[in-house]
């Protein structure tokens, strides 16, 4: 069979030369198939660069999805804490180390309030009970409904997430109302409606937990603008309350 590029040489002269259609002008055959080598030569190497690019890229992803996987499969959560932080920020590091956060739980373990916010106690704690006004520490996991992993304390050093119960600008409402009536030390499911969520952006300074980086957040921000009326779409908070005062 012919190779593609040896197609022109059928208009080869018994001479030895081909007439290009384009120009009628001759060049030796064997000019013409050191040009197409190059030609290859050039597209191998490239190749050969892509392929190293994507395999360098491949493996800088596929730390990162280790970091973010260390609560999702139960790993050991990192245990490095930044020691310029206050004792209150420090408290609770790796709190969901030991937990059952991906534990399938049966239907009547849930709670459904009248919001809309429906939640379920994967372990109950023997501490101060949140109410309105206290002031918590939570450790968290942020998924999206099909239970994808987006963001977690843990991917940012165990760092909690620290709000007074009641403040409008502290937590996202859902989370709020979700977390009211746990005891310091329990770990609770919570499934918050997207006109709960993130209504006002995943900016910094805004309600949180705020997922860190560009790609989570932005996941968050399709979900609040092309999901939030879907009918039973969620978002899922996993906490673990560390502290209450």
Same mark, same amino acid.
């Given at each position: 069979? *012919?190779?593609?590029?040896?197609?022109?040489?059928?208009?080869?002269?018994?001479?030895?030369?081909?007439?290009? =259609?384009?120009?009628?002008? %001759?060049?030796?055959?064997?000019?013409?198939?050191?040009?197409?080598?190059?030609? &290859?030569?050039?597209?191998? /190497?490239?190749?050969?660069?892509?392929q190293i690019i994507g395999g360098s890229f491949a493996m800088a992803m596929g730390a990162n999805v280790m970091s973010a996987q260390a609560l999702v499969e139960g790993n050991p959560v990192p245990t490095k804490v930044?020691?310029?932080?206050?004792?209150?920020?420090?408290?609770?590091t790796a709190a969901l180390a030991d937990s059952e956060e991906a534990e399938v739980l049966p239907r009547e373990a849930y709670n459904k309030l009248s919001s809309g916010v429906i939640y379920a106690d994967i372990s %109950?704690?023997?501490?101060?009970? $949140?109410?309105?006004?206290?002031?918590?520490?939570? %450790?968290?996991?942020?998924?999206?409904?099909? +239970?994808?992993?987006?963001? /977690?304390?843990?991917?940012?050093?165990? $760092?909690?997430?620290?709000?007074?119960?009641?403040?409008?600008?502290?937590?996202?409402?859902?989370?709020?109302? #979700?977390?009211?009536?746990? *005891?310091?030390? +329990?770990?609770?499911?919570?499934?918050?409606?997207?006109?709960?969520?993130?209504?006002?952006?995943?900016?910094?300074?805004? =309600?949180?937990?705020?997922?860190?980086?560009? #790609?989570?957040? %932005? !996941?968050?921000?399709?979900?609040? !603008?092309?999901?939030?009326?879907?009918?039973? &779409?969620?978002?899922?908070? &996993?906490?673990?309350?560390?502290?209450?005062?």
């Amino acid at each position: 069979m *012919k190779q593609p590029f040896l197609l022109p040489l059928l208009a080869a002269s018994s001479t030895g030369a081909f007439t290009s =259609p384009s120009t009628n002008s %001759q060049r030796p055959i064997g000019v013409k198939l050191d040009a197409v080598y190059r030609d &290859e030569a050039r597209e191998t /190497s490239r190749r050969d660069v892509l392929q190293i690019i994507g395999g360098s890229f491949a493996m800088a992803m596929g730390a990162n999805v280790m970091s973010a996987q260390a609560l999702v499969e139960g790993n050991p959560v990192p245990t490095k804490v930044k020691k310029s932080l206050p004792e209150e920020y420090r408290q609770g590091t790796a709190a969901l180390a030991d937990s059952e956060e991906a534990e399938v739980l049966p239907r009547e373990a849930y709670n459904k309030l009248s919001s809309g916010v429906i939640y379920a106690d994967i372990s %109950q704690g023997n501490g101060e009970t $949140v109410k309105e006004g206290s002031r918590v520490n939570l %450790q968290w996991v942020l998924r999206r409904s099909n +239970g994808y992993f987006v963001d /977690s304390s843990a991917v940012s050093d165990s $760092v909690p997430f620290i709000f007074t119960v009641g403040d409008p600008n502290g937590a996202i409402a859902g989370l709020d109302e #979700g977390i009211r009536g746990m *005891k310091a030390g +329990g770990t609770r499911r919570i499934l918050i409606p997207p006109r709960l969520a993130y209504v006002n952006g995943v900016d910094d300074g805004l =309600p949180g937990p705020i997922p860190a980086g560009f #790609g989570p957040r %932005q !996941q968050m921000r399709r979900v609040m !603008q092309v999901r939030k009326d879907v009918p039973g &779409e969620y978002i899922f908070l &996993e906490v673990k309350l560390t502290k209450v005062r």
